[in-house]
Antibody, heavy 115, light 112 residues
Framework: EVRLLESGGALVQPGGSLRLSCATSGFTFSSYLMTWVRQAPGKGLEWVSTITGNAAGTFYADSVKGRLTISRDNSKNTVSLQMNNLRADDTAVYFC????????WGQGTLVTVSS | DIVMTQTPLSSPVTLGQPASISCRSSQSLVHSDGNTYLSWLQQRPGQPPRLLTYKISNRFSGVPDRFSGSGAGTDFTLKISRVEAEDVGVYYCMQATQFPFTFGQGTKLEIE
């Protein structure tokens, strides 16, 4: 069974940093793109970042470029999102998703940016 | 960026009746590898999204056969043949042909 479990969400002040992790199991992790998607309270889905299976390629939404960094550890089957210089509009539930078609999702982790 | 436009944004449906959601992309979703990376997702209240169909018309594992995807190029449709109570939620189309990946605004399916 495919499992994805996000962690690391918290309340953080504007300008602060946070590191999200997504632990996975049940599939050949290194063979899949992995993506972070976020959902602000009461809003729709927003693509944040994707990393290729071998980590050679990383892609970011313009709204997060230069502040968020995606990475993966294929030996630990985890994908991470380092979030720096956080802003109020980064407040959202952050989901990790497997594959190009987003075939599996985690339950999400809440990031709240507020003073 | 590819803009994904869904219609309608809200769809009241009677149980047992069909429902249809349209999604139009601002440019062709045909990838250079020949695939069209258009997916439909369902998000029930309080739940993470769930994949329904991928590459236009492929139903994902465990998805009931009352859900079907169709379309080509820039116009796509999700159909539910007979709506059940558990289908209540928000439906999103999304494209993964070109970065940045983009989602439609979401269509809220409600039971009348």
């Amino acid at each position: 069974e495919v499992r994805l479990l996000e962690s690391g969400g918290a309340l953080v002040q504007p300008g602060g940093s946070l590191r999200l992790s997504c632990a996975t199991s049940g599939f050949t992790f290194s063979s899949y793109l992995m993506t972070w998607v976020r959902q602000a309270p009461g809003k729709g889905l927003e693509w944040v970042s994707t990393i290729t299976g071998n980590a050679a390629g990383t892609f970011y939404a313009d709204s997060v470029k230069g502040r968020l960094t995606i990475s993966r550890d294929n030996s630990k089957n985890t994908v991470s999102l380092q979030m720096n210089n956080l802003r109020a509009d980064d407040t959202a539930v952050y989901f990790c998703a497997k594959g190009r078609s987003f075939e599996s999702w985690g339950q999400g982790t809440l990031v709240t940016v507020s003073s | 960026d590819i803009v994904m436009t869904q219609t309608p944004l809200s769809s009241p449906v009677t149980l047992g009746q069909p429902a249809s959601i349209s999604c139009r992309s601002s440019q062709s979703l045909v990838h250079s590898d020949g695939n069209t990376y258009l997916s439909w997702l369902q998000q029930r209240p309080g739940q993470p999204p769930r994949l329904l169909t991928y590459k236009i018309s492929n139903r994902f594992s465990g998805v009931p056969d009352r859900f079907s995807g169709s379309g080509a190029g820039t116009d796509f449709t999700l159909k539910i043949s007979r709506v059940e109570a558990e289908d209540v939620g928000v439906y999103y189309c999304m494209q993964a042909t070109q970065f940045p990946f983009t989602f439609g605004q979401g269509t809220k399916l409600e039971i009348e």
